[in-house]
Structure formats: C-alpha cells, structure tokens
C-alpha cells in the first residue's frame, strides 16, 4: 500500500511564497512519475505540474508556469512543489498523485493516470 503524505500548506498573502512537499512510501519511490494537483470549493481537481520518474521531465499548467517548480529527491522519496509568486486564484487543496504505470517518460497530466494519492493540504492566499 502506497502512503503519500503532504505538508508546507497554509494561509500566505499575495506575492509570498510556499514549498509543498510529499513524502512517499510503500512502493519504490523512484520508478514513478509524481504529480500535484489542486481543487478550489465548487471546482473540479486540476492539473498544477507532474515530474518524470528521474526527474528528466517536468510539465506545468499555464496558470502556474514561471512560478511553480517541481522537484523531486529520489533519496528522499520525497517530491516538491515550490510555489512563488503567489496568487488568490491559487487558493485550494493542494494533491500529489503517484502514476499507475512505472518509468514514464512523459509524466501524465490526467488525474485518472495516478492510482494514489495524499490527504491534501490547504493553500490560502489573501489579497
């Protein structure tokens, strides 16, 4: 069983930054893309970045692109989101997802690609 755990969450205020990270165990971290997504109060999961299996590939919404970094530590099972620049759109529980299939290339960016996920963490900007 694959446990994904995220942390870095909280109330911020426009411009500030923020790094998520989620820690990962039960399965060999380094063989799987990993993904972070978010969803706002009334809105459907969307797509923030994914990361391939070695870290060769990353892919970014165009709502975050030039403001969010995706990384990973492989030693650390451990993936990051590092967000600056923050907006109030921005606003929502933040996801990380695990990719079904493992050593993909190209890193998915649809939610039905990834078989586990964390708990959430909230992500608040004020204006």
């Known amino acids: 069983q694959v446990q994904l755990v995220e942390s870095g969450g909280g109330l911020v205020q426009a411009g500030d930054s923020l790094r998520l990270s989620c820690a990962a165990s039960g399965r060999t971290f380094s063989s799987y893309a990993m993904g972070w997504f978010r969803q706002a109060p009334g809105k459907e999961r969307e797509f923030v970045a994914a990361?391939?299996?070695?870290?060769?590939?990353?892919y970014y919404a165009d709502s975050v692109k030039g403001r969010f970094t995706i990384s990973r530590d492989n030693a650390k099972n451990t993936v990051y989101l590092q967000m600056n620049s923050l907006k109030p759109e921005d606003t929502a529980v933040y996801y990380c997802g695990a990719d079904r299939n493992p050593y993909s290339d190209y890193p998915p960016k649809a939610n039905y690609e990834y078989d586990y996920w964390g708990q959430g963490t909230q992500v608040t900007v004020s204006s």
């Open positions: 990361i391939s299996w070695n870290g060769g590939r990353s």
